[in-house]
C-alpha cells in the first residue's frame, strides 16, 4: 500500500495576475496523520489546498495522488474529491443550496449511496455539528459560525478518507472549535489523514502529529512538533505565535523549577506530570 496520498515534486504556481504564490514545493502527505499547515497571511495555505483538489494546475512540477499524476479530466476530479473532504476558508463559497438539511445532503445524494445510508450519514453530521434546530433555514439567515458548521457537516456525511480544512475554526467559538479536533481524533485511523490550516497554535499544537509551514511561498519547515516550537527564529520569520504551553515550560525551566526533558510537553497533563514528578507519564 502506498504510504502517501499526495506528493509535491518540485512544483511551483502562479496566478493569471503574475503572482507567484508557490516556489518549488517538494514534500510528501503521508495516510493516516493529523497534519496542521502553519504559515503567514498570503504564504500560499490556500493555494496549496486549490492545487492539490485539482481546482489550480501546477505551472510547473507534478502531483500525484496515490503515485499517479493528478489527472485533470472532469471524470477522474470528480473521483478525486470523492476521497477529499474540503472545507473552504469562506464558508459562502461553499453553500449553495436553500436549506441548511439540503445543503447537506448534497454530497452524500452525488455519491449514489443507498438512501438509508445517506439517511444515517447526515443524520450523524447533524448531531455531531448541533445543527438540529436549523436544518429547515434558509443558509442566507445563518451566522458565519453557523454557515461554518453547515460546511463542516456537509463534509462529515460525506465519510471522505483526506479533510482538508482551510482555517476552519475562524468563525467558530471555543466550543465549537474544541469539538472539531474532538472528533476528528475520534475519526482518525491508519487510512484518514487531516490537513489544517490555522493561526489557532495553541489549539493546534497538542492535536497535530506533523507540520508544515508555509513562508512567502515556500516550505520553510516540514517535520515534527519539537523542532519547530523550539527554534524561535523560525517562528518568529514564519509569524508563528509559540504556544502558551511552550512558554510555560521554558520558563519553569529558566527558573529551575523542573527538568529538561527529553522532549517537549504535548499538553497541560504532561506539563503537570513533569511538575509533579519530574517525569512524563
Ligand atoms: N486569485 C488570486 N489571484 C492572484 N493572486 C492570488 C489569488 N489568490 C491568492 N493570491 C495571492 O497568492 C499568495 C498566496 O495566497 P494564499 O494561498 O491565499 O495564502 P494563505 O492562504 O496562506 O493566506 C498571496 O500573495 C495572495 O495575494
Ligand atoms: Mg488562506
Known sequence: MTESYFTFDHVSF??????????????SIPRGKK???????GSGKS???????????????EICFLSEPLNYRKKQLIRLREQVGFI?????NQLFASTVKQDILYGPINLRWPQEKIERNVANAIQLTELYDLTERPIHFLSGGQKKRVTIAGVYAMDPKIYILDEPTSSLDFYFSNQLTTYLNELQNEERTFL???HQV???YEWAEYFIVFHKGRILYSGQRDALFS?????????????????????LLKEGLIQVQTT????????MSVLKNNTYY
Open 264 to 271: 517537549l510537553p504535548r499538553s497541560m497533563k504532561e506539563l
Open 14 to 27: 502562479r496566478y493569471s495576475d503574475g503572482t507567484e504564490a508557490l516556489k518549488d514545493i517538494s514534500l
Open 35 to 41: 497534519v496542521a499547515i502553519l504559515g503567514e497571511n
Open 88 to 92: 473552504f476558508q469562506e464558508a459562502e
Open 196 to 198: 489544517y490550516s490555522t
Open 47 to 61: 493555494t496549496f489546498f486549490k492545487l492539490l483538489i485539482g481546482l489550480e494546475k501546477p505551472t510547473s512540477g
Open 231 to 251: 527554534d524561535d527564529k523560525l517562528l518568529e520569520t514564519a509569524h508563528i505565535e509559540k504556544p502558551w504551553l511552550v512558554q510555560c515550560y521554558e520558563n
Open 202 to 204: 495553541n489549539l493546534i
